[in-house]
């Protein structure tokens, strides 16, 4: 098997989280840690209790600020390049959990110019285009307008720029390339960029004049940004932010990597309609179920690495019993491939088409977010 590869930039291979938990120096979530949340927020959200969320810094300390009072805000972001899918979905859905259960302020940021340095072929026009598509999925999600700030990297310049600058004087270019792999061919903007994603990190500090914890909820893949932030705020007189990590939506077609709508076979879509859905599932997810039914019967399927029971598990199946239910079924063969799939499109196109309508209404709503200062 090929060892997997992740970066900010690339994820491939059959990712080994023990040993990205051990390489990038984060914490596992253990179960005192949830009991706290537990405590706080008086559930557990399923992403936690499946250990989606799997991983944290400093999650201990944020929570000791807020039993002392002192409040945290959270930080997250989406760098327009594509179309919004599931597997972005996914994140977002848990830091709104964490809005509505601890009644906490987000700084949602678009750094529109990152996949514009970053790949190949994407304009600096295109960039702005989805920029504004993904900004409806973000707000069709239900945040509080009241509690969310957009900040756009490149129309919000004005404020960034220069702590921008604070951040990037304490990193030299032998540290980012080998954090990030840059290399001498790496242009200017990729050298530069680390720092804007730093800045949402300590920014409402910045704006308010007093310290406020912070924390990050994001895919394993973006902790290498935030090794560094962590290392350099102290310096600018701030705290660490600390982060709350999960695991990667499978793809389609199996465990390898993660799901992304630039590989041929896209993932699925916000956009998609019932039929694309029905399309995507039953044709490309990877199934764990054997070749014949007479041997499914017999043999039974394998949950750990069914793309539609995966999908269940990350995204669409939040009752616990029924998720046991369906994998009991489904190892001890009772339970078909073809009614996995069958399932799972329900739940999704049930969840889509929820998301699709108050997509269309937030069309009306993203000045409401824009953060006007
Ligand atoms: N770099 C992220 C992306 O590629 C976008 C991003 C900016 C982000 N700030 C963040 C993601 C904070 C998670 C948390 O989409």
């Known amino acids: 098997m090929a060892k997997s590869v992740v970066t900010p930039w690339e994820v491939s291979g059959n990712v080994d ?3 990205l938990v051990k390489e990038f120096g984060v914490s ?31 999650l201990k300390w944020l929570l000791d600020e807020y039993d ?18 599931l597997g972005h979905l996914l994140p977002w859905i848990f830091t709104k959990w964490l809005q509505d259960k601890f009644g906490v302020e987000l700084w949602f ?20 285009k989805y920029l504004f598509e993904n900004m409806l999925d973000v707000i069709a999600l239900g945040f509080d307008s009241k509690k969310t700030h957009f900040l756009v990297d490149t129309k919000n310049a004005n ?13 030299t270019f032998s540290m980012v390339k080998s954090s990030f792999g840059l290399n001498e061919q790496s242009n200017l903007g990729q050298i530069f960029y680390t720092s ?3 800045v949402p990190a300590f920014l409402p500090p ?47 077609t199996g465990s390898e990597g993660k799901m992304s709508s630039s590989e041929s076979i896209k993932g699925i879509l916000s956009t998609d309609s019932p039929a694309d859905v029905k399309n995507k599932i039953n044709k490309y997810a990877f199934s764990g179920g054997q070749a014949t039914v007479e041997e499914h019967r017999k043999r039974g399927g394998d949950c750990t690495v069914d793309v539609p029971f995966q999908y269940l598990k990350y995204l669409f199946e939040e009752s616990d019993k029924k998720l046991n239910e369906i994998e009991k079924d489904y190892s001890s063969g ?32 993203i000045p409401e977010f824009l953060l006007k200062i």
């Open 206 to 252: 910045v704006l308010k004049g007093k310290e406020i914890p912070c924390i990050i909820p994001h895919a394993v893949d973006q902790d290498p940004h935030f090794r560094l932030t962590r290392d350099i705020l102290p310096k600018l007189g701030y705290y660490k932010p600390a982060s709350i990590q999960c695991s990667f939506l499978p793809p389609l």
């Open 17 to 19: 989280y023990d040993r």
């Open 196 to 198: 804007m994603q730093a």
């Open 334 to 365: 009772k339970m078909l491939t073809g009614d996995m799939k069958k399932y799972t499109i329900e739940k999704i196109n049930n969840f889509l088409s929820e998301h699709q309508k108050r997509r269309e209404k937030a069309k009306d709503k």
């Open 109 to 128: 940021q678009f750094p529109d110019e990152e996949k514009f340095l970053f790949k190949q072929g994407l304009s600096y026009e295109q960039a702005q």
């Open 159 to 171: 404020l960034m720029y220069g702590e921008a600058c604070k951040v990037a004087k304490k990193i």
């Open 68 to 85: 002392k009072g002192n409040k945290f805000f959270l930080y997250t972001g989406r760098s327009p390049s594509g179309p919004v899918h």
């Open 28 to 58: 596992k979530i253990d179960e005192k840690l949830l009991e706290r949340i537990r405590k706080h927020a008086g559930e557990l959200h399923f992403m936690l209790r499946r250990k989606i969320f799997f991983a944290h810094r400093d």
